[in-house]
């Protein structure tokens, strides 16, 4: 898994409250991303990040927000989750500068929002 | 707007037979196209994949073939067997400059069975 954890790995949580998803890394590495994955959608884009507090909008950036104060820490929040924003979320690094870098993905944190 | 379209959704096999999935893309301004495979609880994980200065690519067992007139790029699993079932993603991106790596357009994905 390329030394990438995700917490939590499961939640439930209730419309308009927010919450915060926490991607660490252990190599150190500058890129990170977000991506969420839903059925009939594959994986989508959310935010990415290419160092600290360098971050940029995904294709599907709306509603959510990222921090990066550390390297080796890449949060994402939804401010005020709703149901459109149940789904599995994955945190991906690339280890190597380049557009043939694999993505790394973690183990994924899959949100419930009722 | 889904940029790249993968079919079929699902597929079934037996142990040996050679199951074949398909993207098109309409970016013409994708330049490298990945598979990534899935396990279930598990994240995606890069499986092979292809520029479009070749038509296609084989690593092992996996073969990506690719028609760059027809923007379509297809998968192919040479004597498939029980433990490659898992769900099967092709992908593309475009070369932007530094950030533009790892902004991948995945499609919908398919989720392979081959029963033993």
């Known amino acids: 898994d390329a030394g990438i954890t995700q917490s939590p790995r499961h939640k439930v949580t209730e419309t308009g409250t927010p919450v915060t998803l926490r991607c660490h890394q252990t190599e150190n590495h500058r890129y990170m991303y977000w991506y969420r994955q839903d059925p009939g959608h594959g994986l989508r884009l959310i935010h990415y990040?290419?160092?600290?507090?360098?971050?940029d909008k995904g294709e599907v950036s709306d509603g959510y927000s990222v921090s990066r104060s550390k390297t080796e820490d890449f949060l994402l929040t939804l401010e005020s989750a709703t149901s459109s924003q149940t789904s599995v979320y994955f945190c991906?690094?690339?280890?190597?500068?380049?557009?043939?870098?694999?993505?790394?993905f973690g183990n994924g944190t899959r949100l419930t929002v009722t | 707007q889904q940029q790249v379209k993968q079919s079929p959704q699902s597929l079934i096999v037996q142990k040996g037979g050679i199951p074949i999935i398909n993207c098109a893309y309409e970016?013409?301004?994708?330049?490298?196209f990945p598979w990534y495979q899935q396990f279930p609880g598990k994240g995606p994980a890069l499986l092979i994949a292809?520029?479009?200065?070749?038509s296609e690519k084989k690593e092992g067992r996996f073969t990506i073939s690719f028609n760059k007139s027809a923007k379509q790029f297809s998968l192919h699993i040479m004597d498939s067997q029980p433990g490659d079932s898992a769900t099967y993603f092709c992908a593309a991106s475009e070369n932007a400059g530094g950030t533009s790596y790892g902004k991948l357009t995945f499609g919908q994905g398919t989720i392979l069975t081959v029963h033993p």
């Open positions: 970016n013409t301004a994708f330049d490298y």
């Open positions: 991906a690094i690339s280890t190597v500068w380049g557009q043939d870098s694999p993505l790394h």
């Open positions: 990040s290419y160092g600290v507090k360098d971050t």
């Open positions: 292809i520029r479009p200065d070749v």
